[in-house]
């Protein structure tokens, strides 16, 4: 049983699919909360995301099989390797697609949409458009972001300014953190033949990007609390967080492409977003609880 199924999660990308559920479930622990938002609910909301999120993964790897093979960390894919048939990926993928916007509609139209809008951008626009330009970048980190808006919008039925902080938050992250994915891995990028800023642009122009995109990074993660969204213990955290991402960014001017840097700006980000998103979620909660004290 364990080996028929194992090719199919390999598609979904679960370790990908578990960060996007977290963002999610960010979005949904920091929206301010319905009564009626019970653990049914949260039941939903997880299972429908990480469905939704999995089955455009798979059909990424469907649609992308000739590229995988000629990458090294991709190369070892059900699909590339032979160990599943295209057509059981297709159909596995749009039942997975179908049956988790199901169970998004249990919860309201609002985040069934957000989910199929998500899906849908990412393997008809996004995937695609790897092949053909660097703005893939753009239009791949729009999908990457909604996820958050999925959890507000499952426990408020609508998108309320941290909605979109949130989606901020995410859209951003993602602009350096690709950037020094394709930075690090370049040539294969280059063989696969997909576009890249680094590939398009040259190094020095994606690192100044990398710096950009993480400045701006850093603006948007601090404004929770100049919205009462957050209090000055998480404006302090997600300042230091954003300053310590943007070092290694900074070092990449002077030691330029092939430099320990890059790996470390990239597992930098990797932290960097579930310690931003937690220091929210944990600041609310201290912020509840002190209300309680207080009140009594």
Same mark, same amino acid.
């Given at each position: ?13 679960? *370790?990908? &699919?578990?960060?996007? $559920?977290? +963002?999610? #479930?960010?979005?949904? %622990?920091?929206? @301010? ?8 609910s949260w039941a939903l909301l997880l ?83 790897? *092949?053909? &330009?660097?703005?893939? $970048?753009? +239009?791949? #980190?729009?999908?990457? %972001?909604?996820? @958050? ?20 938050i995410l859209f951003f992250w993602q ?69 310590a991402f943007l070092v290694p960014c900074?070092?990449? $001017? ?43």
């Amino acid at each position: 049983m364990k080996q028929t199924l194992a090719p199919y999660l390999s598609l979904m990308k679960l *370790r990908l &699919s578990s960060l996007v $559920l977290l +963002t999610a #479930a960010c979005g949904a %622990a920091v929206a @301010p909360k319905e009564a009626s938002f019970t653990l049914v609910s949260w039941a939903l909301l997880l299972l429908g995301t990480l469905g939704i999120v999995g089955a455009a993964n798979a059909l990424n790897c469907y649609l992308e099989r000739d590229v995988d093979a000629l990458m090294e960390r991709t190369r070892e894919r059900p699909l590339v390797t032979g160990q599943l048939h295209p057509a059981r990926a297709l159909a596995f993928s749009l039942v997975l697609a179908t049956s988790s916007l199901v169970l998004l509609a249990e919860l309201n139209l609002k985040t069934m949409l957000l989910g199929f809008l998500g899906f849908l951008s990412y393997v008809a626009i996004y995937t695609p458009m790897k *092949r053909r &330009s660097m703005g893939a $970048l753009f +239009t791949g #980190a729009i999908p990457g %972001a909604i996820p @958050p808006l999925m959890g507000w919008a499952a426990v408020r039925n609508d998108l309320d300014l941290g909605a979109w902080i949130l989606f901020g938050i995410l859209f951003f992250w993602q602009l350096p953190h690709f950037i020094a994915i394709s930075l690090f891995r370049q040539e294969e990028y280059d063989n696969a033949g997909l576009k890249t800023v680094s590939g398009t642009l040259g190094a020095h122009n994606a690192i100044l990007q990398m710096i950009f995109w993480t400045g701006v990074l850093g603006i948007v993660s601090v404004l929770p609390a100049f919205f009462n969204l957050a209090s000055p213990l998480y404006f302090g955290a997600a300042t230091i967080l954003s300053l310590a991402f943007l070092v290694p960014c900074l070092l990449g $001017l002077r030691d330029g492409q092939h430099s320990p840097w890059v790996r470390t700006a990239f597992f930098g980000s990797l932290a960097y977003l579930p310690i931003v998103l937690g220091m929210w979620v944990l600041d609310q909660r201290l912020q509840h609880w002190i209300g309680i004290y207080v009140g009594q």
